[in-house]
């Protein structure tokens, strides 16, 4: 069973950026269509951005289409969240989940949750 380690958030000032990890183990990534979701405080999780198994397709949330890029490199069995133009409501924990492969937001999440990294973003 896939399980994932999240990493790289952090402290940044509006209109900064950070690359988030979400290195996997258990299984092949490879196999795997991957999400990026987020929780901020208050609020429900919701559902970022998601990459297909082969990478060749990606969908994102509209708050952040133009300014984030989900990408995967499945040698190193590790998914990506490049995130520029960062804005105060981006400020949310971080998480990565094997998806389903098709709609949007994802239907469905296989696992459990792993423990996410912190994303704030404040001046």
């Known amino acids: 069973q896939l399980q994932f380690v999240e990493s790289g958030g952090g402290l940044v000032q509006p209109g900064g950026s950070l690359r988030l990890s979400c290195a996997a183990s258990?299984?092949?990534?490879?196999?795997?269509?991957i999400g990026w979701f987020r929780q901020a405080p208050g609020k429900e999780r919701e559902a970022v951005s998601r990459?297909?198994?082969?990478?060749?397709?990606?969908y994102y949330a509209d708050s952040v289409k133009g300014r984030f890029a989900i990408s995967r490199d499945n040698a190193k069995n590790t998914v990506y969240l490049q995130m520029n133009s960062l804005k105060p409501e981006d400020t949310a924990v971080y998480y990565c989940?094997?998806?389903?492969?098709?709609?949007?937001?994802?239907?469905?999440?296989?696992?459990?949750w792993g423990q996410g990294t912190q994303v704030t973003v404040s001046s």
């Open positions: 258990g299984s092949t990534l490879g196999d795997y269509a």
């Open positions: 990459i297909s198994s082969s990478g060749s397709s990606t």
């Open positions: 989940a094997r998806v389903s492969d098709s709609g949007w937001p994802p239907p469905y999440i296989f696992g459990s």
